[in-house]
Nanobody, 112 residues
Framework: QAQLVESGGGLVQAGGSLRLSCAAS????????MAWYRQAPGKEREFVAS????????SYAESVKGRFTISRDNVKNTMYLQMNSLKSEDTAVYYC?????WGQGTQVTVSS
């Protein structure tokens, strides 16, 4: 069974940066596309970004395009989300995803 563990969340001021990590185990990490989702209080979980198995193709939600960068290291079995120019509306729990598998989430709070 796949295990996905997020880390790197925290409290940051608006305009700041954070890098999230998702460490994967129990799967052939380099064979799968991966994604980041987020869920703000009182809102539905929403797509943030995705990356194909090799890292050659990425996709972003319009709300984060140009500010966030998704990447992966298939040797370290880890996916990343570099978040720059953070806004208060980026405050949410961020989740790592592979198909039906989800991590426990990491809280990102952006203060204005």
């Amino acid at each position: 069974q796949a295990q996905l563990v997020e880390s790197g969340g925290g409290l940051v001021q608006a305009g700041g940066s954070l890098r999230l990590s998702c460490a994967a185990s129990g799967l052939t990490f380099g064979s799968y596309a991966m994604a980041w989702y987020r869920q703000a209080p009182g809102k539905e979980r929403e797509f943030v970004a995705s990356i194909n198995w090799s890292g050659s193709m990425t996709s972003y939600a319009e709300s984060v395009k140009g500010r966030f960068t998704i990447s992966r290291d298939n040797v370290k079995n880890t996916m990343y989300l570099q978040m720059n120019s953070l806004k208060s509306e980026d405050t949410a729990v961020y989740y790592c995803n592979k198909g039906h598998d989800w991590g426990q989430g990491t809280q990102v709070t952006v203060s204005s």
